[in-house]
């Protein structure tokens, strides 16, 4: 008998104001075996998440389940009485939640909050749950467990948090554990660290195991088969090294081919003519020694609260030819956002100098000329906020031609178009909303904007990562069409190594403000020397001696230890 | 119109109590703006005995302590007060505005100064605030529209303070500053256009506070002044007929009650309807 | 922790300064000086020019502004508000019992509120949406909508007039004793209780909506923890905290409340004091209970602060955010 098995599910959100009801999950079914690893894969709003909380007989506000069964050891959960269904939660069947600061109660130390689990289900008293705890905080690598029992959720690292909430998970040693996206708000190495404890406890405990996430190449890590949704329906499912391979589906292919991935290989190198002029191409952008530290604002507050910030951005050089990428690599602190920053003129560098075409830039965006703003311009990584959302497609775009050209009217309109065309997109846009348009639209209406001014110099920062899978791949290839087209260099920020290695022709990696690697991205990504960027391609790449890396490497713990 | 997607009649009829709020307000405000057309006497008229009871023969509400029509001044009866609030709770959301969107976005010493200036104001109980300037300026009902407006000031600038400080941090912001747009153009152009909501919702809900506020000190004696007919007012004075006339009271209890009933049924159902949180823009003061 | 508070406090501080110079400002500079504000039209008609000259050399009130607002600042610190202009009656005396009076039934009045609002505000936010929750929110708007002195005289009208349970108006002294005072503070008390509790009940009820949909409510269920102990011990603690500050802030709506209610039953508090003090234009009396009230309203921030830092180990940590 399987554990679980889920027959024709579904699930409706109703709008709160309309009344109408719309279905997140529609007509779901599938087996899982007592120790079984199922992967459930599909992009942001495809269900898959309302289906995990479903599973366990759970939905948010507004949602309700309309039909289908949830059969748990053969048993329908979703007929169960209240105190049925609580006595199974926590103890037959567990969850790990997507974002483990939220998730903790923020005002109860995190100790006691597993502790708690165990008074419930397994009825231990105060001395033996704590007990209990502190083993399972070993269990779960935790480095001083004492120390994290005591803590505040807000007072221990990303990964420390994520290890806590899946010790609780683990308290009673459940059946079935469900694990939501339980990486997403972790950085790259430390994401690596916890799926390595996943695995190892999976191995141990011989828990069925059911892991939600956008990321396929999570699934071919973790997981024996793999679910793909899409829309709320089931797509194509499989055996995961099998669907990753060979997806049957078109969705299934679209999926996996749009993933950027670290160990594909490097771009066509682009035609030799090219190439050469790259070389001798003049220099555009001259980082040197350049440092940044957070200055606190002046104020009250302030003066009752005096900090000290170390340094976001520690003695950074690097240069940027015309027409040419460079990529900006690292994890999230690592001081790539701020040179952004400092280049575009929303701060100024604490020492070093910034040399764009000659000429020193140091300074911010008010004391720079109107050329000056014109010929660097920034794409940022969300593009529902880098658009204004009462003004409509049009206005945004006709803005920046009106203030850099004086252009307006009809010919303003006519240059918007061609950019929107430039990017694929059609003139009927112009009267939309930004909240009206698609994540992958709105980018590209925020390239397009970007555009408008023809820059030398274009600062793209994250600009894939608040995209799904299936659209980043387009949205790059578009950029990188457009910048093609015009000759502008590009500054391309990213965590993400696979998309860098696609797009730069340079790479700097940087750890915690300093440059720890650089040069050419073939010799930094076919041949990396330092630690720290095999640390980070081995995560990329899922390998398993990404662990050995990380002992090998004591001058990066720090980094490992968490945001 | 359109609000967030929704047409504005989906916005008042966004509940029961919505409609019947805004049938409340709609009824109020029609009175008060066609009454001196409606009225059978003049307000301030002495024109029967004192005190008839209502029913009369010509006096449907009967007749006050000194014998004016009671239903004319009734129905004028809101008209004082309704301005004041109005426009003072007007003048402070519209100039609240300005200050509370430029403090989030230039930050710094200038937000610091203002917002101590609002903890200032907001630590000193409404009433007594009016009381300053009543016993310093006199009260006529310019001093107390500009003591409303300065009453709310305050209360506006952080309500619409802190949604502005939502969008300040957002790239559209980043993006209008780098372009070179101008500080006030990135205040009015680009933010202020998200921060509406906000505003609407603070002077609908602070408006029916006004009101509160005003016939309150009316009440104490503090406010409007007779001969002009006020409900607060008309309560206070019928206080020493209260077991010969309690009508006297009760007629103006009711005209008060429903209109800022109706306003705060119908600012509620807007709130709710523009996705924001009536309870959180109520801050006392 | 410690420096948290300290650091408040001096904030209080600074505070109460600015209302200080605000109150002396908005009385005893734009207008005018106290006795320009003191002195009607048909005054000055009769009087001299020495005349005026040597009552104002009397009250002090030749000395420039700022040396005569810090001479009535350090005498407001430790209670000396100065004289009365028509019989020279030091404030303090004037003050003290209907400020004690005052103080009884707000304590009264905040002492029956804050559980009361906190039980239907609860209770309305989870059953969000569902019948009670209908019932309360009609309930409440309606509660905070109708004016103060209008339920007040409406409560007279039924229990004094027709039922004639309590008298009309309260005949009791400045200096009656508290347990008369607390005998008759049951129908101004309810008056101002029926408002408050509205308000307060609808901001808790919006915190602990806002808990309930919180993620860690979502883990704690999960998880199997009974319902019970999530409401109790997890979402409770956390829907009080953001609204702390509001319900000081209230305290403040509390302080004009009573100023109403004492005149609509004739209760002997500072409400009555005031209202006498601005029909006969005594500036400074105004000043004090104004001050006074500031004080009040700052001293419950400050502990409401307080109750945050206790409370919120992030406020612990992170001090510097707001």
């Known amino acids: ?563 | ?285 | 922790m410690l420096r948290a508070m300290i650091r408040r406090t001096l904030l209080s501080v600074l505070i109460l300064f600015l209302v200080a110079i605000f109150v002396f400002l908005a009385t005893e500079v734009l207008p005018g000086d106290a006795l320009d504000v003191y002195l009607s039209e048909d005054d000055v008609a009769v009087m001299t020019e020495e005349d005026i000259e040597e009552m104002r050399h009397d009250l002090g009130l030749d000395i420039p502004a700022p040396i005569r607002f810090f001479t009535w600042l350090s005498g407001a610190v430790v209670g000396d508000f100065g004289v009365t202009i028509v019989d020279q009656i030091p404030i303090g005396n004037i003050i003290f019992h209907p400020l004690l009076n005052s103080l009884q039934l707000g304590a009264i009045i905040t002492l029956i509120t804050m559980p009361v609002a906190f039980a239907i505000g609860a209770t309305a936010g989870y059953w969000r949406g569902q019948r009670t929750d209908a019932v309360v929110s009609t309930t409440t708007i309606i509660g905070y909508s109708i004016p103060d002195f209008v339920i007040g005289t409406v409560l007279i009208i039924i229990f004094a007039v027709w039922i004639p349970l309590f008298p009309a108006v309260i005949t009791a002294y400045n200096k009656a004793h508290p347990m008369e005072l607390l005998a008759v503070s049951l129908l101004p008390a309810i008056t101002v209780i029926i408002g408050h509790v509205a308000h307060l009940s609808r901001l808790l009820r919006a915190g602990f909506i806002e808990t309930m949909n919180s993620d860690f409510v979502e883990r704690a269920r999960l998880s199997g923890v009974p319902e019970r102990r999530v409401v109790w011990r997890h979402v409770l603690p956390a829907s009080v905290i953001p609204t702390l500050n509001a319900m000081a802030l209230y305290m403040a709506g509390v302080l004009s409340g009573l100023i109403v209610v004492e005149k609509v039953f004739g209760y002997p508090g500072l409400g009555i004091e005031l209202i006498e003090a601005v029909d006969t234009r005594e500036v400074h009396v105004v000043q004090a209970i104004a001050f006074l009230g500031a004080v009040l309203v700052v001293v419950m921030n400050l502990l409401a602060d307080f109750a945050i830092i206790a409370l919120d180990p992030r406020v612990r940590s992170h001090v510097s955010e707001r």
């Open chain 2, 1 to 285: 119109m359109l609000v967030n997607g929704k047409s504005l009649g989906a916005i008042l009829t966004h509940s029961p109590g919505t409609t019947v709020g805004v049938i409340l307000v709609s009824l109020h405000l029609l009175n008060a703006l066609f009454a001196p057309l409606l009225i059978p006497y003049g307000e301030t008229q002495l024109v029967g005995q004192p005190m008839l009871e209502p029913g009369h023969a010509n006096f449907l509400l009967g007749t006050d302590v000194i014998g004016r029509d009671f239903l004319s001044r009734l129905m004028m009866g809101g008209r004082t007060s309704i301005t004041v609030a109005m426009v003072g709770v007007l003048g402070a959301v519209l100039i609240g505005t300005f200050f509370a969107v430029s403090a989030a976005y230039i930050g710094g010493f200038y937000d610091d100064v203002i917002m101590r200036i609002v903890d200032t104001k907001l630590s000193i109980p409404g009433i007594l605030f009016v009381a300053l300037f009543v016993v310093g300026f006199g009260r006529s009902v310019t001093v107390l529209t500009i003591v409303i407006g300065l009453s709310y000031f305050p209360g506006a600038v952080r309500t619409i303070r802190s949604q502005a400080m939502t969008q300040v941090p957002l790239a559209y912001v980043k993006a209008a500053r780098l372009r070179g747009e101008s500080t006030l153009s990135v205040i009015f152009r680009e933010l202020t256009p998200n921060v509406v909501e906000v505003v609407v919702v603070e002077f609908a809900i602070r408006t029916s506070s006004a009101i509160l506020i005003v016939s309150a000190l009316s009440f104490l004696g503090l406010g409007i002044s007779p001969p002009t007919p006020d409900w607060g007012l008309m309560v206070s004075e019928g206080v020493n007929q209260i077991y010969q006339a309690p009508w006297l009271i009760l007629f103006p209890a009711v005209f008060i009650s429903t209109l800022v009933v109706g306003l705060n049924f119908a600012s509620d159902g807007l709130a709710n309807a523009l996705g924001l949180d009536a309870a959180r823009g109520l801050h006392g003061g």
């Open chain 1, 1 to 563: 008998m399987p554990l679980l098995e889920v027959k024709d599910l579904r699930i409706a959100y109703q709008n709160p104001s309309t009344g109408e009801q719309m279905l997140a999950v529609d007509g779901v079914s599938f087996k899982v075996e007592p120790g079984e690893t199922l992967g459930i894969v599909g992009e942001s709003g495809c269900g898959k998440s309302t289906l995990a909380r479903a599973l366990m007989a759970y939905c948010r506000p507004g949602g309700v389940i309309v039909g289908g069964e949830v059969l748990f050891d053969g048993n329908n959960i979703l007929e169960f009485t209240d105190e049925q269904i609580r006595e199974l939660r926590g103890r037959r069947m567990a969850m790990v939640p997507q974002d483990p600061l939220t998730s903790l109660t923020y005002h109860m130390k995190v100790g006691p909050q597993i502790d708690e689990i165990l008074k419930i289900h397994q009825q231990l008293g105060a001395h033996a749950a704590r007990l209990s705890t502190l083993k399972l905080f070993e269990g779960t690598n935790l480095p001083t467990p004492e120390k994290s029992y005591g803590r505040y959720p807000h007072e221990n690292s990303g990964g420390q948090r994520q290890r806590v909430v899946i010790a609780g998970a683990l308290a009673c040693q459940p059946d079935l554990l469900i694990l939501d996206e339980p990486t997403t708000a972790l950085d790259t190495t430390t994401e690596m660290q916890v799926l390595k404890l996943v695995k190892e406890l999976r191995d141990r405990m011989g828990t069925a195991l059911i892991y939600i996430t956008h990321d396929l190449t999570l699934t071919d890590y973790i997981c024996e088969n793999v679910l793909v949704m899409r829309e709320g329906k089931v797509v194509e499912r499989g055996k995961a090294t099998e669907i990753f391979s060979a997806p049957q589906t078109d969705y299934g292919k679209m999926l996996v081919a749009a993933i950027p991935r670290v160990d594909a290989a490097f771009p066509e190198p682009a035609p030799a003519i090219d190439k050469q002029e790259a070389s001798t191409a003049t220099l555009l952008l001259n980082v040197e020694n350049l440092s940044y530290r957070y200055a606190q604002r002046w104020s009250i507050d302030a003066l009752f609260n005096p900090q000290q910030e170390e340094l976001a951005v520690d003695n950074v050089s690097f240069e940027l030819r015309r027409g040419e990428t460079l990529g900006l690599v690292g994890e999230s602190g690592s001081g790539k956002s701020t040179i952004a920053n400092i280049v575009v003129g929303l701060m100024a560098p604490t020492s070093g100098e910034v040399a764009f075409d000659g000429a020193s830039i140091n300074m911010i965006d008010k004391f720079r000329s109107a050329e000056l703003r014109r010929r660097i311009q920034i794409i940022f990584q969300d593009p529902l906020s880098s658009l204004n959302p009462r003004r409509r497609i049009e206005s945004i775009l006709t803005r920046p031609l009106k203030i850099f050209f004086g252009m307006s009217g009809a010919a303003a309109r006519d240059r918007a178009v061609e950019l929107l065309e430039d990017m694929e997109l059609s003139a009927d846009l112009l009267k939309r909303f930004p909240r009206q348009l698609s994540g992958g639209q709105q980018q590209r209406v925020a390239i397009a904007r970007a555009f408008t001014a023809k820059p030398d110099l274009i600062l793209c920062d994250e600009v894939t990562s608040a995209l799904d899978v299936s659209v980043q791949a387009h949205v790059l290839e578009l950029l990188k069409g457009i910048q093609n087209k015009t000759g502008a260099a590009s500054l391309f920020i990213s965590h993400d190594l696979g998309v860098v290695k696609q797009v730069a022709d340079d790479t700097v990696v940087l750890q915690k403000g300093h440059i720890v690697d650089a040069g050419t991205t073939r010799s930094v990504f076919g041949d990396p020397t330092h630690t720290y960027t095999k640390l980070l391609l081995a995560a990329a790449s899922r390998r398993e001696d990404y662990a050995d890396l990380s002992t090998a490497a004591p001058t990066t713990a720090g980094a490992l230890r968490g945001r």
